[in-house]
């Protein structure tokens, strides 16, 4: 066991006033399983790339061990598999590669195709099982579910719960319960860590902010019953004070005497206000806004909007899916689910209207409005104001909602190509909510957003209910909003 200490850590990139860490002090053993969690933006790939020595920083981060990162970074993706092994950790042996590939359920063959024509789970699997195979070694996985399918998370979830040693960002609920012991937290005020898995932590934190809610409000009862006391007493005093203003007998020394105890009183009583109310400044702090959204719906003429029978979608006579068969009615909330290559996103594109070789009937009623939200997010550069107006959606509901997924102003007057992935997702989910239409077809909506957010979101569309069509693969979300599913 061995500690990675960091101490009085402050960083700011070039060119920005604010600070994305400040003072930060905490310690991480390099046997924990460490779940890293917090809202877009809040810094956490930042953190990986500083203890990997890529940034100058303030204060001081110590190890006696090595770090690598996932996902590495492969040049020539044209070689073959066995040659990204060698590249990536050269004193591998063999046996040990082939028994870590069989724990995550991937092939031996895959060694011996070119590296490009793995399916992304299947370099995210065989990225996993070279850089555990390093010693002295301590991983930083930067969202790994991020090419995986159900299925997959779930192995990789079991594996890296057989493992230690790492540092994990996800921001899959489901996936971080079965993999970490330990969670590092990101919040608005502080960096906390907890022992336990992200359910744990979470309980912790409603617990917490609950707690200090209540304290809050008895807080500001306080303050206010002592600005009446503390009024009260002044104006006593000074009454008191002017009874000594006049003529005829009277003890004046004791009149201004009891004067003088009375503002002592009034003084006391405002000290202590003002210790409640410094008190209550350091409450609330860490308590995120999720902020009810609101999402603009179009009723359809018909119930049916879209109907596939027996549709084959092939690609150079090659069927990726055969026979699907389903439709979507007003007010279904479809989840469409299989592996990675099973035609999921060419479905999508298909009823979206791209020229998708089918066979097969699709039906889709006469001017069906769809608002689609695709994967990629690299196209997004310019400002979001023009990005708005481009869209032809409200501008001041687009920004407002974005406001309350946590996207901060000073990053919305950015352009948008330096946003961070979470954030570029944020924008493309904002329109698709801000756009009047028939139809939502979201294409793995969830990637790299915050699990605030997710649940912001899973908020709007079990209050609205939106027809909706979409692919994701995180469980808690699809459990929490399918109303149907669709198995490809």
Known sequence: MSLIQVTNLTFAYDGSYENIFENASFQIDTNWRLGFTGRNGRGKTTFLNLL???YEYQGSISASVSFSYFPYHVADKTIFTIDVVEEIYPEYQYWQLVREMNALQLNEEVLYRSFETL???EQTKLMLAV??????????IDEPTNHLDIQGREIVSQYLNSKKGYILVSHDRAFLDGSVDHILSINKASIDVCRGNFSTWYENKLRQDAFEQAKNEKLKQE???LEETAREKAVWSDRVEATKIGFGPCDRGYIGHKAAKMMARSKAIEKRQQAAIEEKSQLLKNIERIDALKILQTPFHSKRLVTLRDVTICYDKEPICEGITFEIQQGDRIALQGANGSGKSSIIKLICGEDIPYTGEMRIGNGL??????QDTSELRGKLT?????SGIDESLFLALLAKLDVPKR???KDMSSLSAG???KVLLARSICQPTHLHIWDEPMNYIDVISRMQIEELLLQFKPTILFVEHDKVFCDNIATKVVQL
């Open 52 to 54: 990997l020595g890529k």
């Open 119 to 121: 399916s992304n789970g």
């Open 131 to 140: 850089l555990f195979l390093k010693e002295n070694n301590f991983l930083l």
């Open 223 to 225: 303050v206010q019953r």
């Open 369 to 374: 409005s769809i608002s689609y939200v695709s």
């Open 386 to 390: 023009d990005f708005a107006r481009d």
């Open 411 to 413: 990053q919305m007057e």
């Open 423 to 425: 954030q570029k997702k």
